[in-house]
């Protein structure tokens, strides 16, 4: 069965970095585009960044396009969210997302919290 595992949120100052991982298994991964998403408390989830399975076409959001970079690594079944210049409107928990025969599979999320 598809399996998500999220990692790398915490508490980071506004203006910092943080750097997210998804760990994927039960599916051929790298026949794959893979997703993050984010929910912030109240708010709907969205969109936040995608990227093809070989990794050569990435989309972003336009809220956090020049900021945020999505990557891959095949070998390791991993998909990476490098997150700079955090601002407070960021603070969400962050899932990572595939698409698999028609149907949506989420991991368990990760906090990013972006305060002073």
């Known amino acids: 069965q598809v399996q998500l595992v999220e990692s790398g949120g915490g508490l980071v100052q506004p203006g910092g970095s943080l750097r997210l991982s998804c760990a994927a298994s039960?599916?051929?991964?790298?026949?794959?585009?893979m997703s993050w998403y984010r929910q912030a408390p109240g708010k709907e989830r969205e969109f936040v960044a995608r990227?093809?399975?070989?990794?050569?076409?990435?989309e972003y959001a336009a809220s956090v396009k020049g900021r945020f970079t999505i990557s891959r690594d095949n070998a390791k079944n991993t998909v990476y969210l490098q997150m700079n210049s955090l601002k407070p409107d960021d603070t969400a928990v962050y899932y990572c997302?595939?698409?698999?025969?028609?149907?949506?599979?989420w991991g368990k999320g990760t906090l990013v919290t972006v305060s002073s």
């Open positions: 997302n595939v698409i698999r025969a028609g149907m949506n599979h």
């Open positions: 990227i093809t399975n070989g990794g050569s076409i990435t």
């Open positions: 039960g599916f051929t991964f790298s026949t794959y585009a």
